[in-house]
Nanobody, 126 residues
Framework: QVQVVESGGGLVQAGGSLRLSCSIS????????MAWFRQAPGKEREGVSS????????TYADSVKGRFTISRDNAKNTLYLQMNSLKPEDTAMYYC???????????????????WGQGTQVTVSS
């Protein structure tokens, strides 16, 4: 049984930083691309960032480029998202996901990811 568990969300002031973590078990971590998505109330789910199984290739949504950094530790089966210079518009539920497909030309899209976590809330106050 695959388990995906996010952590690290919270309340932070604008300009602050948070580091999200995602621990995954029940699959061979290096067989999967990993991604972060987010969904704010009343909005569609947005692909934030993705990373190839090797960690060499990454993608970002334009809205987070230069502020967020995705990384993975294949020895620990863990995915990370370092979020700096946070803005109120970054407020959302953040989800970790695992999928077979990876495209280096665009941010992640939901339908390419099979396994999902329950999410961790990030709230940025102005």
């Amino acid at each position: 049984q695959v388990q995906v568990v996010e952590s690290g969300g919270g309340l932070v002031q604008a300009g602050g930083s948070l580091r999200l973590s995602c621990s995954i078990s029940g699959l061979t971590f290096t067989d999967y691309a990993m991604a972060w998505f987010r969904q704010a109330p009343g909005k569609e789910r947005e692909g934030v960032s993705s990373i190839k199984w090797s960690g060499i290739s990454t993608t970002y949504a334009d809205s987070v480029k230069g502020r967020f950094t995705i990384s993975r530790d294949n020895a620990k089966n863990t995915l990370y998202l370092q979020m700096n210079s946070l803005k109120p518009e970054d407020t959302a539920m953040y989800y970790c996901a695992a999928g077979i497909m990876f495209s280096e030309y665009r941010p992640p899209v939901s339908y390419q990811y099979k396994y999902w976590g329950q999410g961790t809330q990030v709230t940025v106050s102005s």
